[in-house]
C-alpha cells in the first residue's frame, strides 16, 4: 500500500517449498516519477506542519461582484490563505522548522512503511512498483493521502502473502516508536485548544502506556510535530491493519486463516467500524468514522486472490501474527477526534 538481503529473517520459508522469481529492477523513468511525487508530498506535507503552529491572520476576503466573484471566491480566498501561511514561515523561522520537522518525521514512518512492503515483495519475487506518494493540497488534512505500492505479479504462497502483507505495518511501527517517545517527551501542557470549534485528537493505547511509564501529562497538552507525526501514523497503521479486503490486516487474515474466514471477519470489521462511526458523531461530533466505514465497504467488494500456494506458516509468523494483533491494539483510537 531493493537492497540485497543478506540473510533471511526466521519466519522465512524453507528452500524448496516456494521457488522465488527474480524481480525486476525499477527504471530510471519510475525513479524520476516516484521521486517527484515524493517531493511534492513533502512541500505539502511541510505545509500541513507549518499550519500546527501558525494562525491564519486578519486574511481580506475576495471581492464577490458579478456571477465570476461568486465562482472564483472559495479558490482566491483558499489562495490568500495559503499565501498568508507561506509569508509567516518565512518571517517566523520556527514555524518553518516546525513544519520541516513533521514532515521529516511523518514521511519517515510512511516511507517506512511501504519499503517494508516493497522489500518484502522483491524478496519474493513479486514484481510490484516503488512507494506513490499521494500529495494534498496545502491546508488539507495532513499534507498527504497517504501511500501505497502496486503489485503487478501473482504472489506466489501463503507465506508470501502473510510477509508481505505485515511487513508494511511492522516496519512502520518501528520507526513510529521513537517519534511518538520523541512527541510526547517534548508535550508542552497549558497550551491545547479549548471552546467552541476546539479539534481534541484523543490518544491511542500506546501514547497513554509511553505517557504512565514516562509519567508525563497529556491532559491539556497541545500536540506538537513530532505527536501528531506519531498520531498520524498509528492511526494510518490501524487502518492499515483492518482485516478487511486487501488491507493490510486482510492479507494476514486470509494467510492465516483462509479464503472463508477472510470474508466473515471482514464483514463483521465492518459493522463493527460503522456503529463505531454513528456512536463517535454522536458522542464526539466527529464525521470521520463515516470515511473509514466507507472505504471499508469499498475494500469488501474487492476480491482478494489466493496465493499460487497455501503451505502451513508456521509456529515464527503465528508468533509474528499475534505481535501484529498487539501493535494494532496500540494503534487503534476507537474515536480519533473529538470536535466540541
Known amino acids: ?55 491564519p491572520s486578519n486574511v481580506p476576503e ?11 471566491y472559495v479558490p482566491e480566498y483558499y489562495r490568500r490563505l ?26 519517515t514512518i510512511l516511507l517506512a512503511h511501504e519499503m517494508g512492503h516493497y522489500l518484502a515483495c522483491r524478496y519474493y519475487g513479486v514484481r510490484a512498483t516503488l512507494p506513490f506518494f499521494i500529495p494534498a493540497p496545502p491546508l488539507f488534512l495532513a499534507g498527504t493521502f497517504g501511500a501505497f505500492i502496486k503489485m503487478k505479479s501473482p504472489i506466489p504462497s501463503r507465506r508470501a502473502l502473510f510477509d508481505i502483507g505485515l511487513a508494511g505495518p511492522l516496519a512502520g511501527f518501528a520507526v513510529l516508536l521513537p517519534v511518538a517517545i520523541a512527541g510526547l517527551l517534548t508535550l ?23 505517557a504512565k511509564f514516562g509519567r508525563i501529562n497529556l491532559v491539556d497538552a497541545s500536540p506538537n510535530p513530532f505527536y501528531m507525526a506519531a498520531w498520524i501514523g498509528l492511526l494510518v497503521t490501524s487502518l492499515n491493519l483492518m482485516p478487511v479486503g486487501q488491507l493490510d490486516g486482510g492479507h494476514g487474515t486470509f494467510a492465516v486463516f ?42 469488501l467488494k474487492v476480491r482478494h486472490p489466493a496465493p499460487e500456494a497455501m503451505e502451513p506458516l508456521g509456529r515464527g509468523r503465528t508468533i509474528v501474527a499475534v505481535v501484529t494483533l498487539i501493535v494494532f491494539a496500540l494503534s487503534f483510537v476507537p474515536f480519533p477526534i473529538t470536535l466540541t
Open 1 to 55: 500500500m531493493s537492497e540485497h538481503v543478506q540473510v533471511a529473517p526466521t519466519f522465512a520459508p524453507a528452500r524448496g517449498l516456494v521457488t522465488r522469481r527474480q524481480a525486476a529492477a525499477p527504471s530510471s523513468r519510475e525513479l524520476v516519477r516516484h521521486s517527484a511525487l515524493f517531493l511534492l508530498t513533502f512541500i505539502s506535507t511541510t505545509c500541513a506542519g507549518i499550519m500546527l503552529g501558525a494562525r
Open 62 to 72: 475576495p471581492t464577490t461582484s458579478g456571477w465570476l466573484g461568486y465562482i472564483f
Open 82 to 107: 495559503v499565501a498568508d501561511l507561506l509569508w509567516q514561515a518565512l518571517a517566523n523561522p520556527s514555524l518553518l522548522k516546525s513544519g520541516l520537522t513533521f514532515s521529516t518525521a511523518l514521511l
Open 188 to 210: 508542552q501542557t497549558g497550551t491545547a485548544p479549548s471552546g467552541e470549534g476546539a479539534i481534541i485528537f484523543n490518544d491511542p493505547l500506546l501514547f497513554q502506556l509511553i
Open 258 to 299: 483462509g479464503l472463508r474466514a477472510h470474508k466473515i471477519i471482514g464483514q463483521v470489521a465492518f459493522v463493527v467500524v460503522a456503529v463505531t462511526a454513528v456512536l463517535g458523531f454522536i458522542w464526539h461530533g466527529s464525521p470521520s468514522g463515516f470515511l473509514y466505514t466507507l472505504l471499508l465497504l469499498v475494500m
